[in-house]
Structure formats: structure tokens, C-alpha cells
């Protein structure tokens, strides 16, 4: 059985283009370009807002989120999508300090 690779933030820095987020990941053999939706940035944390500093400050959660993706085959043509319903799944099961929520209260 192949080991599964971890999957890193990689160049070039997040950015935002037009209405979305995006940020690179790579786990080493090959970089995806992870899209995240205007509405996903709203949606990750209180107030809602589409900024380059939410980008940042939470990339490392949209990664894991694209490694998700990536790995469940729902990347296409080297691009993989962040929405709004993958932000609040991933809210609805933990913190994003990475707590399981049932032992965590809101910190949002």
C-alpha cells in the first residue's frame, strides 16, 4: 500500500483574484491551485469578510480542506475548490483551532 504524502502550502503567496482567494499546495510530485470562494472567506470566521489577511491567517485550514478534496479525487485540471458548504461542514465538526467542537466552546 502506497503512503499517503502530506500536502504543504507551497509558492506563490496567497492572493486574491477578482472575487476569489488562492493559494498552492503541493505534495511534493505535484501543485494544485486551491480556489477559495468569496463566500467561503466570509463564512470561515465572524464578521464576514473577503480579505487577504483571512486568506492568510487561515490557509493552512483551506489546505486541509483541499487536501480533503485532493485526495477524495475532487481536484480537476490542477485546480481545487473551496466553497461555503466545505467551510461550514468542517466548522459543524470541529474548531478551527482543530478541537473536536463538543469539548471546545464557539470561538468564533
Given amino acids: 500500500m502506497q503512503e499517503e504524502k502530506d500536502i504543504r502550502l507551497c509558492e506563490p503567496e496567497p492572493f486574491i483574484y477578482f472575487e476569489n482567494g488562492q493559494i498552492a499546495v503541493t505534495d511534493g510530485a505535484s501543485v494544485w491551485l486551491v480556489i477559495v ?23 493552512e485550514f483551506y489546505r486541509d480542506l483541499a487536501a480533503a478534496s485532493i485526495r477524495r479525487g475532487e481536484d480537476t485540471d490542477g485546480r481545487v475548490w473551496v466553497r461555503e ?24
Fill in 37 to 59: 470562494t468569496c463566500e467561503a472567506m466570509k463564512a470561515t470566521a465572524l464578521p464576514p469578510q473577503k480579505s487577504l489577511r483571512r486568506l492568510v491567517r487561515y490557509a
Fill in 85 to 108: 458548504s466545505n467551510v461550514l461542514a468542517a466548522k459543524g465538526s470541529i474548531d478551527l483551532g482543530g478541537h473536536p467542537r463538543s469539548h471546545v466552546q464557539e470561538r468564533l
